[in-house]
C-alpha cells in the first residue's frame, strides 16, 4: 500500500477535489475530510513501517490543516485572497472605510453602555447581520468578480467583527 496518490505542491482546493471558490457545501467538505483521512490513517501503513507511518502522519497533519482553513469562511476567504496575490496583513494594514470606523465605535460604545442580556442580544443580532452581509460580499467579490483586493479588505473588516463578537460572548458569560 502506497500513501495517498497526494503532492504536498497542492493547494487546500486541489487536496479536497473542490474548485477554488468561496462558495463552499460544508458536507462535502467534512465528508472529503473523513475520506482523506482515513487514507491517510498512519495505522494503515504499519506493516510498511516507521518511516511509512510518519509520512501518513505528515499527510494527516496537512489534511487537517487544509480543513481548518475550508470549513471556516473567513480562514477560507482570506485563503483564497492570499492564493490570488492579496494577502490579508492584518497586522499591517488597518485602514478601515470611515463609516465602517463609526460603525465600530457606535458598536463599543453600546457594549460598554448594556446592562441587561436583552442588550447584548441585540447587539450581537446586529453584528450577525454584519457578518451576514460581508460574506456575501466576499462571495460576490471572490466568486463573480475576482476582485481579491476588495475581498480582502472585507476580509479584514470581518476579523474584527468575529473578535467583537468574542467580546459580547465574554460580557455575556458575565452576566
Not at 23 to 45: S, V, Y
Not at 56 to 67: F, K, L, T
Not at 117 to 145: F, G
Amino acid at each position: 500500500m502506497s500513501i495517498l496518490p497526494l503532492n504536498l505542491q497542492s493547494t487546500d482546493f486541489e487536496l479536497f477535489e473542490i474548485p477554488a471558490q468561496f462558495a463552499q457545501d460544508r458536507n462535502a467538505i467534512d465528508a472529503k475530510w473523513k475520506d482523506l483521512q482515513r487514507q491517510a490513517h498512519p495505522d494503515k501503513f504499519s506493516a510498511q513501517g516507521a518511516a511509512a507511518q510518519r509520512i501518513a502522519m505528515q499527510w494527516s497533519v496537512r489534511i487537517n490543516e487544509a480543513y481548518a482553513r475550508l470549513k471556516d469562511p473567513l480562514k477560507r476567504a482570506s485563503y483564497l485572497c492570499e492564493l490570488h496575490g492579496a494577502p490579508i496583513n492584518a497586522h499591517t494594514n488597518t485602514a478601515m472605510p470611515p463609516d465602517f470606523m463609526m460603525m465600530q465605535i457606535e458598536w463599543r460604545e453600546a457594549l460598554e453602555d448594556a446592562k441587561t442580556a436583552e442588550d447584548l442580544d441585540k447587539i450581537e443580532l446586529e453584528t450577525a447581520n454584519y457578518q451576514r452581509k460581508v460574506l456575501s460580499k466576499i462571495e460576490h467579490c471572490i466568486d463573480v468578480e475576482h476582485d481579491f483586493v476588495a475581498a480582502a479588505n472585507a476580509v479584514r473588516s470581518l476579523m474584527f467583527v468575529a473578535r467583537f463578537v468574542g467580546e459580547i460572548e465574554a460580557r455575556q458569560d458575565q452576566m
